[in-house]
């Protein structure tokens, strides 16, 4: 089994400010890596897939890189909308998927 | 536009059976695989089952192996979840998700607004 850990479990930023979340696999993903966001109440957004690939609608100050077995989140400038908690998602293991517990963004 | 709609969510007593279902709408349903994701109060998502475009493979987490069965009416549109031997842990938000790809897998695209199922005596 596929164990991902992201750090750190909460990010308190400014808004305006960058935040960087971490995503780490315990082995090869390769680039099948994904990224959500989710607000209280509501459902997972899909923000990023194939490590870097943003998904239809996303702004352009979330961005994803890495391969492999460690991945980043960055939020260029982070506005008031963009405060919620984000999991990553590995999805190489055939057909099944596993997420990350989560990195909460607070306002600071 | 893509809809998903979770219903069948209740309060149901340990040992109890429920099925869930979600209706889909905005996309050609029988190009893409579906998934069923779990969140307990609280805590984070959990992956739970998995089924291809046609229904024939399915898969599943192993906390659920055995006592869940996914499967698809490809001519209603819908997905579903058999839920038989419910235990306490089982307790959660229960989401349906699009796969991004059709004829493959990856993530999900598309997730419904969650059914809540309570296991409690």
């Known amino acids: 089994e596929i164990v991902m850990t992201q750090s750190p479990a909460t990010l308190s930023v400014s808004p305006g400010e960058r935040a960087t979340l971490s995503c780490r696999a315990s082995?090869?993903?390769?680039?099948?890596l994904a990224w959500y966001q989710q607000k209280p109440g509501q459902a997972p957004r899909l923000l990023i897939y194939?490590?870097?690939t943003r998904a239809t609608g996303i702004p352009a100050r979330f961005s994803g890189s890495g391969s492999g077995t460690e991945f980043t989140l960055t939020i260029s400038s982070l506005q008031s909308e963009d405060f919620a908690v984000y999991y990553c998602?590995?999805?190489?293991?055939?057909?099944?998927?596993?997420f990350g517990q989560g990195t909460k963004v607070e306002i600071k | 536009e893509v809809q998903l709609v979770e219903s069948g969510g209740v309060v149901v007593q340990p040992g109890g059976s429920l099925r869930l279902s979600c209706a889909a709408s905005?996309?050609?349903?029988?190009?893409?695989?579906m998934h069923w994701v779990r969140q307990a109060p609280g805590k984070g998502l959990e992956w739970v089952s998995l089924?291809?475009?046609?229904?024939?493979?399915?898969y599943y987490a192993d906390s659920v192996k055995g006592r869940f069965t996914i499967s698809r009416d490809n001519s209603k549109n819908s997905l579903y979840l058999q839920m038989n031997s419910l235990r306490a842990e089982d307790t959660a938000l229960y989401y349906c998700?699009?796969?991004?790809?059709?004829?493959?897998?990856?993530?999900?695209?598309?997730w419904g607004q969650g059914t809540l199922v309570t296991v409690s005596s």
């Open positions: 998700a699009k796969d991004i790809y059709p004829y493959s897998y990856g993530p999900g695209d598309y």
């Open positions: 905005g996309f050609t349903f029988d190009d893409y695989a």
């Open positions: 089924i291809s475009w046609d229904g024939g493979s399915t």
């Open positions: 082995q090869s993903v390769s680039s099948n």
């Open positions: 194939g490590a870097s």
């Open positions: 998602q590995q999805y190489n293991n055939w057909a099944t998927w596993t």
